[in-house]
């Protein structure tokens, strides 16, 4: 197993876009700062999308421009079509995800067009992408299974992985955008589009906690090799166009987890949840993570009168 895992914080993006509180513009900054505050390297800030469908990214410009760094590291953004692209590039972003769905009804909702229709255009994203100085990642939604058309056959999530492979990305992503993937299903799928993209691409994970599987699977994928995880600082968000969506896994959950187990993940656990409970407070509502609200490793206790207890029993 690898050493260390790379956490993209998404609550900044996927875990405010479904919120029916509609931030401003300078909490989001504040957002992002303290999950860099908590050792977040890699932070997904905002998404180029048609703020009628998704107001709550309207203000994706001002947002990257407030928090983008003078050399354009760390931060990236999501797009959708090619005019997503080209105002996230204008912006100055210098890393894009570029969102695809394995199935044509879930698509038809998220993206506007069939699958088909969406991967015809990935040439040229790339194209635009590297030609402006940009890394681009491919996403694929909904790869564990879809809420209208069920499961999602491994033959068409290779059918599409074979399709982005022709303009190889920077990284693919498999996100489970409802929650319905358990681990077994985890590693057979990273083992497929892994083959099928060849050593050259890196493999990302992005889980949604929305059956309590979110966890599970994240380990899963590290078993595997897969060495960078989405998560979100108190298990915020979900996706405005997927029913009964129910938050992603916890950033803190997932820092606990590897660095209990010895895998280092850079996060600063403390500030970790500090964020995440002052996030879910600028919502209005609890996280769904489980270390932000238990904490984490007990502390040895060290005062007097407890020790003393504790002797006298022995």
Known sequence: MADRVELVEVSPRDGLQNEKAILDAATKIELIARARGAGLQRIEATSFVNPKKVPQMADADVVYAGAARADGSGLSVLALNLRGVERALAAGAREINY???????FSIRNNGAPTEDTLAVWPQVVELA?????QVGAVIGASFGCPFEGEVPEARLAGIAERLAAAPPDELTLADTIGVGIPREVKARFKLVGEVMGEGVRLRAHFHNTRNTGVANALAAYEIGVKVLDASLGGIGGCPFAPNAAGNVATEDLGYLFERM???????????IDAARWITAQIDRPATGMVSRAGGFPKPKTDEPTLKIARDIK
């Open 262 to 272: 010895g895998v280092t993940t850079g996060l600063d656990l403390d500030a970790a």
């Open 130 to 134: 590297r030609r402006h100085g940009a």
């Open 99 to 105: 969102v695809f769905v394995a199935s044509d009804a």
